[in-house]
């Protein structure tokens, strides 16, 4: 396994929400991030598909991990804006991909899509998040 692969998931470990969900990176390249997500019962709507709120997790998650591949070393990497499509349920296991647009220096523009595990395009987003820098001393 990669270390920046390594360090992304030690960095899940410390976000409690994403480990009480199961969300876990399974790849990583330069601006580009693909984490999972194996859907539970417990995470579903009335109609038996992912809840939207996880869905979003997912995406959000890929956009942020995406863009922290471009700045490693930043403390931590906070979503400014992200505007989601829903565009079929989501069932079994999630597949999100990340994707950086523009990097800048600290505000980077990503988008992301989730899919089922048969390949069925379940949403899709596109965001503004920012690298966040390192505290002066």
Known sequence: MSSALEKARQYEK???????LGVRTTALDDGHAR???????EFTNSFGTAHGGVIMTLLDVALCQAA???????????TIDMA????????GRLVADGRVLKPGRSTI???AEVRNSDGTLVAKAIGTVRARQKEKA
């Open 35 to 41: 984490v999972e997500l194996e859907l539970k019962p």
């Open 109 to 111: 523009f990503a988008e």
């Open 68 to 78: 922290r591949t471009q700045h490693p070393d930043a403390p931590g990497i906070v």
């Open 84 to 91: 989601t499509s829903f565009i079929a349920g989501g069932v």
């Open 14 to 20: 410390r976000i409690k929400f994403i480990e009480h």
